[in-house]
């Protein structure tokens, strides 16, 4: 099929809805900007620190006996996770509850 539009009995759009659409849509950095942050979630790396930080505070000695701090920095960079220093030791946990929430809300979305 392709990507036709479907056969509709009377051909139109409702203007009215494409209307109302079109003045509530985000502008496009927002949009890309959203669609990029997406994409930092596409690796199961990266997923597995942060759910590791879903879990608790680590310091950074701990989350490299678990998994690739290289994926770490790409986090940081996003704004998903943040740090604090003790002494000499670098804590990490998750930035904040919005990011805690994604995590919950995709995590209950695949186990149904």
Do not use: W
């Not at 509530?24 to 199961?44: H, I, N, Q, R």
């Not at 919005?98 to 209950?108: F, P």
């Amino acid at each position: 099929m392709g990507d036709t539009i479907p056969n509709c009995e009377f051909m139109h759009a409702h203007e009215e809805i494409i209307e109302k659409v079109n003045a509530s849509m985000p502008d496009e950095e927002l949009l890309y900007d959203l669609a990029e942050l997406y994409k930092v979630f596409g690796d199961s790396t990266r997923i597995k620190i942060l759910y590791v930080l879903f879990e608790s505070e680590m310091c950074v000695c701990d989350i490299a006996q678990l998994l690739n701090l290289g994926q770490l920095r790409v986090l940081k960079q996003s704004q998903l996770v943040k740090f604090r220093r003790e002494g000499k030791t670098v804590f990490y946990s998750l930035a904040d509850s919005h990011v805690s929430s994604i995590l919950a809300q995709g995590m209950e979305h695949v186990c149904e």
